[in-house]
C-alpha cells in the first residue's frame, strides 16, 4: 500500500514538473515532501535533471526553417544551372571540333591558290597551315573538356564545395 502511495506522488512530482497540477494537488505534494525523504530526493533528483535539461536548451531563429529551405532551393537552382552549363560545354567542344575539322579541309583545299598567292609550293603552304591553323585548333578542343575539371579544382583550393 505505502509502495503504491509512492509510486502516485512520483507521478504528481512529474505532473507538477511538467505544469500540469491543480492547486490542490500541489499543496498535497508539498505535505507529503515534508514528511517523506525518498519521495523528497526523487523531488530533488528530478528537479537537477530538469535544470541540467534546461542548460542544453538553445534558442533558434523562428525564421531558420524558411531560410533553409530557401538556402536548398537557391542550391539547387545553381546545380540545374551547372548542369546546364556542362551540357553547353559539351556542345561548344563538339561545335569547335566540327569547326577545326571543316576549316582544316578546307584551308588544305585551298592549299594550291594560297601557294599562288603567296609564290610557295603547295607543302610549305600545308605546313604553315598545320602550325598556325590546325595544331592550335586541334590543342584548344582537346583543352576544352578540361576547363570545368580546372574550375572544380578552384573551387576546392578555395574551400568551397564542389
Known sequence: MQTDRHQSICKLIDKSLAGDVSSQEEKSLRQHLLACAACKQYWDTSNRAIAGLKGFAFET???LPGKIFAALTLRAAQLETQQLSHRQLAW???????????GSFAAMQLGDRF?????ASQQQVQLGLIAIWIVPSVCFCLLLPTLPLM???????KGLPL
Open 61 to 63: 531563429d523562428p525564421n
Open 92 to 102: 561548344s567542344y563538339v561545335a569547335a571540333l566540327v569547326l577545326t575539322l571543316a
Open 115 to 119: 601557294a599562288s598567292a603567296f609564290s
Open 151 to 157: 574550375s572544380k579544382r578552384r573551387l576546392h583550393a
